[in-house]
């Protein structure tokens, strides 16, 4: 009952001074709403595991030798098949193709997995079925290929009846045989895949097969563990088939290493980046709201200062002191929920923004931050935190107040030292967090600025590049390098062209070396 007297009261204060309450809830807001969002990147790229059943017994091969975890197929296949730890391992890389249905050519992104991957995925189809062993003994064992449940709906418009269309994938046909359930995109969270085709067929996909050979390094691995299989057990495992490998391969294998580490950014490649650049937003956003409170701080105690007069004539009459900050505190805590529904509001509209943001580049990346429920939670503490924060600023002034004085004085000159003081260390504190907030801000944005302004060693003024390729149009090798040299003649010729040129990769597009 005494609550809600307290919130009562808390209100009709506020109401009476709408522009100092406007403006606690928008600077509360904008220091909630950047902790949420952080949060809410941190939980869905880092906190939430791989959406498959079980997820801590998925785990990925890495290799301290190299930086991008990857392995040549015979070496993935040796674990595969000498281990008593794993219940499924499975190999996986993807490769831009070009799908043909409906009339309709386009390029998009395949994951070709071994038969073992969706094992180790352990999830079920959404419709039909799922790649198996049986579609991956060798190369055209299968004609079967697997959509993601976001290329089912955006591509085929979400046909219940798509099992059994016939598709062509770089001009090979295949028989849709099911469809991924809705939130599997995959083993790796920042990149979503549109189909699932079998590794078997790599050269026919590519046009290069490479799954035999030793020292092509380029496929993937992902394992499940079994049950009652210790992490420290797996990996002696994998030291002993590492040392076999090395002296059956000493040319081929040297320096191999199995690792077991989470998956989801391709092993530590860009895990470890990530995890280090979401601990310095969380950093910066702490100190946006500590910032926020240093502020609300002054404004509750320059506040309470000017009700001074008002709390000594209720302390006068037998008002409990205890009680009236228990009064200050609950209008803090008001101040702080209301703050943080906003914060909520606008952190909800960010996330969806970054989830639906795709990067400009031709690579899928997907970032899987969509709000989540246990957001409106995270504000939820946040906001009690902030209000304990600056809530408790006017205790000492609420204790020291001495009736008789304020009175006398009408609470103008009573304890103005001290009250000065307070602020003056209120402001302080905000004014070095601002400093070190708006540093850093201008040091990234210094760096980022250096980094795409960075010599390169070509000057990209005034290019422009296309890509095509004609594998999807079924060129053979011979037409296609004629088909190149006749577009390079006639691209040459064009008004305003000074040079043109043609490559299977170009600088900087992260497509691997030429």
Known sequence: MNILQDLRFAHRQLCRAPGFAFTAVVILSLGIAANVIVFGVLQGLILRPLNVPHPDQVMELSSSSQAYPIYSYPQIRDVRDNNTVFSSIAAFTFFNVGLEANGVSRPVWAYEVSGQYFEVAGINPFLGRLLQRADDVHPGASDAVVLSWPAWKSYFNGDLNIVGRKVRINKRGYTVVGVTPEGFYGTEKFFQPDVFVPLADIGSIEGVDTLEQRRTLKESAIVRIKDGVSLPQAQAVLNAIADRLKKEYPTDDDGLVFRLVRPGFAGEFLGGPIDEFLIGVMVLAGIVLLAACANLGGLFALRTMDRKREIAIRIAIGSNRWHIFRQILVEALLVAIFAGGCACVVAWFALTGLANWHPPTAFPFKFLVLPQPSLIVVALLISVLAAVLFGLLPLRQIFKTDPNEAIKTGGIHASAGRGWALRDLLLTAQIALCCVTVTA??????????????????????????????????????????????????????????????????????EGAP
């Open 441 to 510: 801000a201008f040091v990234s944005w210094r760096g980022l600025a250096k980094a795409m302004n960075m010599d390169v060693g070509f000057n990209p003024t005034g290019t422009v590049r296309t890509e095509f390729d004609l594998g999807w149009a079924g060129y053979k090798p011979e037409p296609a390098a004629s088909f190149q040299k006749e577009l390079l003649n006639r691209v040459s010729r064009l008004p305003g062209v000074q040079t043109a040129g043609y490559a299977n990769v170009t600088p900087l597009s992260l």
